[in-house]
C-alpha cells in the first residue's frame, strides 16, 4: 500500500513538471499604435497586435506579446489599464508563476519599461530565467527631449507627450535607480547603424543607432557624448583622444555601466534601432 502510494505522489510531480513551460515575452518599443491585448491566460498574447515586431519573432515556441498603449499617462511608468507597467506586470503574474518560466525580450522603449518594473518594485512568485534588451532605451534618447521640448512647443502631437517624456534623457534616468534589478542581470545589444539616413543622428550626441545615443545602448550612468562602440561585458568603457599642449598628450574618458547590464552584442553599422528587433537569439 505504501509503494502505491508513494508511486502516486511521484506520479503527481512528473505531472507537474511536464505541465509547466517556458514562456518567451517581448516586449515592444515606441510606437504611434496600440498594441495593448488582455493578458488573462496562458493563451493570452499569442498575436503580435497591430504588427510591432513585424515578422522579426521567428523559430521560438510559446511566444507571448506584451503590448501596451503608450499614449496612457505615465508613458513607460504607467499603471493605467492598458499602461506599460500593468500590461508587463499582468504578463508576469500570467506566464511566469505556476511553475511556469518566462524569458523576456525588450525592444528600445520596452527595455525601459521592464528595467523601470524591477527598478521600483519586488515581485514574488515569480521565475525568469533571462531578460534580454535589444537596443535598449533605458538611458533614455535625445529624440524624446527634442520631441518634447520643441515639437511640443509648436503644437505637434508628440504620441501624447506621456511616453516622450518618460523616455527622455531626464525622464528615463531619474525615474527610478538603474543600479537595482533585484538581482536580474540585463543581456543587452546595440548596433551604429542609421534608421532614418542619418537625419536623427545631429540631434544624438557622439556614436548612435539612429534612434538611441551610446550612452543609452551602452547602458552608462550618465548622459554622454561617448565616441566608442559599446564593448562585451559589463566593465569600464575607456576612451582616448588627444589633449594638452600641440595635442602631445592622450588624455582618457572613462563611462561606467549600471551594476545590471551586460552587453552580449555590438552589431556596430551593420545593426540599426529596427534591424536589432532580431538580436533576441544573440549570446
Given at each position: 500500500?505504501?509503494?502505491?502510494?508513494?508511486?502516486?505522489?511521484?506520479?503527481?510531480?512528473?505531472?507537474?513538471?511536464?505541465?509547466?513551460?517556458t514562456?518567451?515575452?517581448?516586449?515592444?518599443?515606441?510606437?504611434?499604435?496600440?498594441?495593448?491585448?488582455?493578458?488573462?491566460?496562458?493563451?493570452?498574447?499569442?498575436?503580435?497586435?497591430?504588427?510591432?515586431?513585424?515578422?522579426?519573432?521567428?523559430?521560438?515556441?510559446?511566444?507571448?506579446?506584451?503590448?501596451?498603449?503608450?499614449?496612457?499617462?505615465?508613458?513607460?511608468?504607467?499603471?493605467?489599464?492598458?499602461?506599460?507597467?500593468?500590461?508587463?506586470?499582468?504578463?508576469?503574474?500570467?506566464?511566469?508563476?505556476?511553475?511556469?518560466?518566462?524569458?523576456?525580450?525588450?525592444?528600445?522603449?520596452?527595455?525601459?519599461?521592464?528595467?523601470?518594473?524591477?527598478?521600483?518594485?519586488?515581485?514574488?512568485?515569480?521565475?525568469?530565467?533571462?531578460?534580454?534588451?535589444?537596443?535598449?532605451?533605458?538611458?533614455?534618447?535625445?529624440?524624446?527631449?527634442?520631441?518634447?521640448?520643441?515639437?511640443?512647443?509648436?503644437?505637434?502631437?508628440?504620441?501624447?507627450?506621456?511616453?516622450?517624456?518618460?523616455?527622455?534623457?531626464?525622464?528615463?534616468?531619474?525615474?527610478?535607480?538603474?543600479?537595482?534589478s533585484?538581482?536580474r542581470?540585463?543581456?543587452?545589444?546595440?548596433?551604429?547603424?542609421?534608421?532614418?539616413?542619418?537625419?536623427?543622428?545631429?540631434?544624438?550626441?557622439?556614436?548612435?543607432?539612429?534612434?538611441?545615443?551610446?550612452?543609452?545602448?551602452?547602458?552608462?550612468?550618465?548622459?554622454?557624448?561617448?565616441?566608442?562602440?559599446?564593448?562585451?561585458?559589463?566593465?569600464?568603457?575607456?576612451?582616448?583622444?588627444?589633449?594638452?599642449?600641440?595635442w602631445?598628450?592622450?588624455?582618457?574618458?572613462?563611462?561606467?555601466?549600471?551594476?545590471?547590464?551586460?552587453?552580449?552584442?555590438?552589431?556596430?553599422s551593420?545593426?540599426?534601432?529596427?534591424?536589432?528587433?532580431?538580436?533576441?537569439?544573440?549570446?
Open positions: 500500500m505504501r509503494k502505491i502510494a508513494l508511486l502516486v505522489i511521484v506520479g503527481l510531480f512528473a505531472v507537474g513538471d511536464l505541465s509547466a513551460a514562456y518567451r515575452l517581448f516586449v515592444h518599443g515606441r510606437s504611434g499604435s496600440n498594441h495593448c491585448q488582455s493578458l488573462t491566460s496562458t493563451s493570452s498574447g499569442t498575436t503580435d497586435y497591430n504588427n510591432y515586431w513585424g515578422g522579426a519573432v521567428t523559430g521560438l515556441t510559446n511566444v507571448r506579446y506584451v503590448g501596451f498603449d503608450g499614449t496612457q499617462a505615465g508613458g513607460a511608468y504607467s499603471w493605467n489599464t492598458c499602461g506599460a507597467q500593468k500590461q508587463f506586470n499582468d504578463a508576469l503574474r500570467v506566464f511566469c508563476g505556476t511553475g511556469n518560466t518566462c524569458e523576456i525580450y525588450t525592444h528600445s522603449t520596452g527595455g525601459l519599461v521592464v528595467a523601470a518594473y524591477f527598478g521600483l518594485n519586488s515581485p514574488s512568485g515569480i521565475n525568469i530565467s533571462r531578460i534580454q534588451l535589444l537596443a535598449s532605451a533605458a538611458g533614455g534618447s535625445e529624440l524624446a527631449d527634442f520631441s518634447t521640448s520643441y515639437l511640443a512647443w509648436l503644437g505637434f502631437d508628440t504620441l501624447g507627450g506621456a511616453l516622450d517624456q518618460s523616455v527622455s534623457t531626464s525622464g528615463a534616468r531619474n525615474g527610478f535607480n538603474h543600479n537595482n533585484g538581482g542581470t540585463y543581456y543587452t545589444t546595440s548596433g551604429e547603424g542609421s534608421d532614418y539616413l542619418l537625419a536623427t543622428s545631429p540631434l544624438l550626441p557622439g556614436k548612435d543607432d539612429g534612434v538611441l545615443a551610446n550612452h543609452s545602448l551602452c547602458n552608462t550612468n550618465a548622459v554622454s557624448s561617448i565616441g566608442v562602440s559599446c564593448p562585451r561585458g559589463s566593465g569600464t568603457m575607456t576612451e582616448s583622444y588627444a589633449c594638452g599642449f600641440m602631445l598628450s592622450t588624455c582618457y574618458s572613462y563611462y561606467y555601466r549600471w551594476s545590471p547590464y551586460y552587453t552580449v552584442w555590438q552589431g556596430g551593420s545593426e540599426s534601432h529596427s534591424g536589432a528587433k532580431y538580436d533576441y537569439n544573440r549570446r
